[in-house]
Structure formats: structure tokens, C-alpha cells
């Protein structure tokens, strides 16, 4: 048989076989003093912002300094963290999940000397190579993805905005003064390669407008059925177009289907997404988090939907995410992370406090209900102090009923008028029959409309809604009365 030539033997699987291959166990990596107390530890304590103890029940003392540092280091820098690992900690170091680098030792003299050497190590603009910090109820260094650097979807950079709003921040990096840990994570567009939805504060690029086509290119540099498979809304089908005399393969994109994530352009060179024009920017969601203390784990809501990319320093970013800090860690009680601090105020009174505006665009549970009231619940109610957040619902009601004539609605209202006698509930697509060659949306708009002049009403049961003119049907006293 052929693997018997190979030299494996089946009646005896593991003879020979090489078992080293990919990285070594993470135990071979533990510094001594760590590998002797495994699994017996007493508890720790934070000493200082940055400085932990942790004490095992043997007596030894193992203390932990923190550095901020940066997600994409050059060797130069990976070499200087190699000679300070050497010299203090017998070559071991330690990189942690946010981008930090933690030194271990095990007596207060070194501890000591290791602090004033980190403290010592300054670029040449003057800013802290290995700044101490990032622990307990403070500001954590900010988690992010590749950005413009190398990822080919980004709608914004990451480790510019990373920066600023980093140097912004930096003193309560330092401190312990927050009522909890406040997480910062930086995600570059919507694929969402960093976990920003479950950070107290998270960042994320969005494009804003469809894909162009390169015809020229579609052909040529695609598999244009990988293309079309990689759309998650099916807003991209193959066609076929006119290009210099002759009939070429090429797709076509459905521009009021498309979400603008930029999976086609993972498949497709020839449909670039990316705009410098004012169409890519970032949007902030607030009150994530993994945590499981006081209340369950909690997904970010979106707070302010979109800010321009600025480059270099990004100060309208940076300004925002720095007085939504101040004003929660003015209001909140002790131990109380960001959304369980909104959650309790209301985040009628989180919009009130930070002077941030609330638009449809923010609406987190967009079904019908929501989409005429801005409310996904009985309980979201704007306070008096809050009506200024509703002038932006007059400009969207006059936007979505701008292209809606008379005779469009006497139009639907004769079609249901004509069926009173035999049916007064219709799904939308029985409406999309009565406008052939018309969107949903501008079919949408006009249903929209006539809700508004309270001549239809619709129920909805939150995945299918249904509409009728307004007191037709047996049942509508009853609903009407509920």
C-alpha cells in the first residue's frame, strides 16, 4: 500500500510520529516561581496602577508590572523589551490580550529598580516608551484591528485613532479613579475583527456608500460567482454590461441592499469601497462589556452615528469619547461600569448628560414600531429636557414622504377601499403590485405617509407587519381599544 512506502506503519500509529510541530506548550513558558505555585495562589492585590502581587500559599510573591504598549512594534522595540526581560526577569515576559507587556519578578528591590528603568525609557518627542498602568478601575489600553496599515476593507485607520484618543486619555491610563474599568476596543469597519460590541466604549469604521464596479477589471481579476456569494444581503448578482464595442461579465450592485461591509471586495480587487471623499468616518457605541459582576454581560448600543475620519489626531473623535468619560465618571456610583451606569439613569438621561443627539440612525431594535415612534419599548420616553433630540425626527418624517404624491395614496386607499367588503389586512408586497416598476422604499414611503395622515393603520408582530385602512375589520374596536 501506498503509505506503507512512507514509512508509516498503521499497526503501530504514534511509532516515529513528530509531535512538535506548531508552537511549544504555554506551560515550558512560565517563569520558575510561576510553574512552582501553579494553581496555588492565595490572592493578589493592586498595589499601585500597574503594579500587581499576586501571593501564593508557598509564600512566594510574584509582582507584576504592566506597560502600555503599542499593537505594531517595530524589532527595534521587541529587542528593548528583550534586554529589559534579561535583565530583570530572567528573559521571561509576558504580552497580554490588550496589547500590553507585563514584567514578572519576585522581590521589592528589583521591582523598584525595574519601575525607575521603565520610567526612564522615553522616545525622542519625549512620550513613555513603557508607561505604567491600565489596571483596576481605570482606563485599559485600547484593543484594535490592522486599519490602514494592512487590512484592505478599513473604513478608517486604527492605530492613528488608537493614538489620540490613547494620548487623550492617558491620565487616567494611570490612575485608579474611575468608578470601574473602563474598556476602549477599535474595530476599523463593520466585519468587526475586534470584539468592540462588548467594550464599555467601542469604535467602528463604517463605509457609507456601495462598492464602485470596475467593469474592466471584474472580468479579469474575479470569480465572479465568489463575488456574488460573498454579499451577506444578495445585493450583488452577475451581468453582463457594454465596454468599449463589446459585451463584457461583470456584476451589478443593488445600492439600497447593500450594507457596506466590504466582503465583495475580499473577493473582487475590482470593487473597491474605501472613499476619502467624507463618505468613510467612524460611529461610537457605549455600555458593552464581558463581565458577569452586578449584571449580565451587555452588547454596546450606538450613541453617535458617525464622525468623519479627521487625520492625523482625529479631535472631534477624541473630544466626544472624552466628555462621555467625564460625565460618567461624574455620575456613576462606585463599581458601576458604563452601560449598567446608563441602563439605570436611562438612556434618555446618558443622551441629556452628554449632550449627544439622538437620531433614527441609533435605533438598536429597528422593527416597524420603532421605526414610526424612535422607541423600541414603552419604557424609552424623552424627558422634557430631551425635545431638542426630536428635531431630527420632522427632517426624516419630510425625507421619507418627500416623493409621495396624492395620487399614490389615492391609490392605496381605492385598492382597500375596493377589498373592505372581503379582506382588510394586506401583507407589504401586496402593495409593491400596485406601483410595477417602483422600489419598496418609495412603495414603503407612501404607506408611511398615510400611517402618518392616520387613514391606515398596521399591525405588526415584530417579524411581519400588515396593513388596513383605519377602522375597517371586525377586530378594529378592539384594537383600537386595547
Request: hydrophobic share 40%; net charge neutral.
Amino acid at each position: 500500500m501506498a503509505f506503507i512506502s512512507t514509512g508509516y506503519n498503521p499497526q503501530k500509529p504514534m511509532e516515529g510520529r513528530i509531535s512538535d510541530i506548531g508552537p511549544r506548550k504555554y506551560d515550558t513558558f512560565f517563569p520558575p516561581v510561576i510553574a512552582k505555585n501553579f494553581g496555588k495562589w492565595l490572592y493578589h492585590e493592586i498595589l499601585e496602577p500597574g503594579v500587581l502581587m499576586h501571593v501564593a500559599e508557598s509564600g512566594d510573591k510574584v509582582y507584576t508590572v504592566r506597560c502600555g504598549a503599542a499593537r505594531l512594534m517595530s524589532t527595534v522595540h521587541i529587542r528593548e523589551i528583550c534586554e529589559i526581560a534579561d535583565k530583570y526577569c530572567e528573559g521571561h515576559v509576558r504580552f497580554t490580550t490588550r496589547n500590553n507587556v507585563e514584567f514578572m519578578v519576585t522581590d521589592e528591590a528589583t521591582l523598584k529598580a525595574l519601575k525607575e528603568d521603565l520610567a526612564s525609557r522615553k522616545f525622542a518627542a519625549g512620550s513613555y516608551k513603557f508607561p505604567i498602568g491600565g489596571t483596576g478601575a481605570g482606563i485599559s489600553n485600547i484593543v484594535h484591528t490592522q486599519g490602514w496599515v494592512h487590512c484592505h476593507t478599513p473604513a478608517t485607520d486604527a492605530s492613528g485613532p488608537v493614538k489620540a484618543v490613547m494620548d487623550t486619555v492617558f491620565e487616567e491610563f494611570q490612575q485608579m479613579r474611575m468608578p470601574a474599568p473602563v474598556r476602549i476596543s477599535l474595530a476599523c469597519c463593520l466585519n468587526m475583527c475586534g470584539a468592540v460590541h462588548a467594550s464599555d466604549i467601542g469604535i467602528v469604521g463604517i463605509h457609507r456608500k456601495p462598492p464602485m464596479i470596475d467593469h474592466e477589471w471584474v472580468d479579469q481579476l474575479c470569480e465572479i460567482p465568489l463575488a456574488v456569494a460573498a454579499c451577506p444581503v444578495a445585493a450583488v448578482r452577475p451581468t453582463k454590461e457594454e465596454y468599449e464595442g463589446k459585451k463584457i461579465n461583470t456584476v451589478a450592485i443593488k445600492s439600497e441592499r447593500c450594507m457596506y461591509c466590504g466582503n465583495c471586495y475580499t473577493m473582487c480587487p475590482a470593487l473597491p469601497i474605501s472613499d476619502g471623499q467624507g463618505g468613510d468616518g467612524v460611529v461610537i457605541m457605549v455600555g458593552g462589556k464581558v463581565s458577569n459582576r452586578i449584571s449580565m454581560p451587555k452588547l454596546a448600543k450606538v450613541v453617535v452615528a458617525y464622525i468623519p475620519n479627521e487625520a492625523p489626531r482625529w479631535p472631534t473623535l477624541t473630544s466626544t469619547i472624552k466628555h462621555i468619560i467625564d460625565v460618567y465618571a461624574k455620575n456613576a456610583n462606585k463599581y458601576e461600569r458604563l452601560g449598567e451606569w446608563a441602563e439605570r439613569i436611562g438612556w434618555e438621561k446618558f443622551f441629556e448628560l452628554t449632550d449627544l443627539e439622538f437620531t433614527h440612525h441609533i435605533i438598536d431594535d429597528f422593527r416597524d414600531p420603532a421605526y414610526y415612534t424612535w422607541r423600541q419599548s414603552t419604557q424609552f420616553k424623552f424627558s422634557e429636557a430631551a425635545k431638542v433630540a426630536y428635531q431630527g425626527a420632522e427632517a426624516h418624517e419630510a425625507a421619507a414622504s418627500s416623493g409621495v404624491t396624492e395620487e399614490d395614496k389615492a391609490k392605496v386607499v381605492d385598492f382597500l377601499s375596493s377589498k373592505s367588503g372581503s379582506k382588510t389586512k394586506f401583507y407589504f408586497n401586496n402593495f409593491l403590485e400596485l406601483f410595477p416598476g417602483d422600489s419598496p422604499r418609495k412603495v414603503k414611503a407612501v404607506l408611511t405617509a398615510l400611517v402618518a395622515d392616520d387613514k391606515m393603520v398596521y399591525w405588526s408582530s415584530g417579524s411581519t407587519t400588515m396593513y388596513g385602512l383605519k377602522g375597517a375589520g371586525k377586530q378594529s374596536a378592539t384594537e383600537e381599544g386595547e
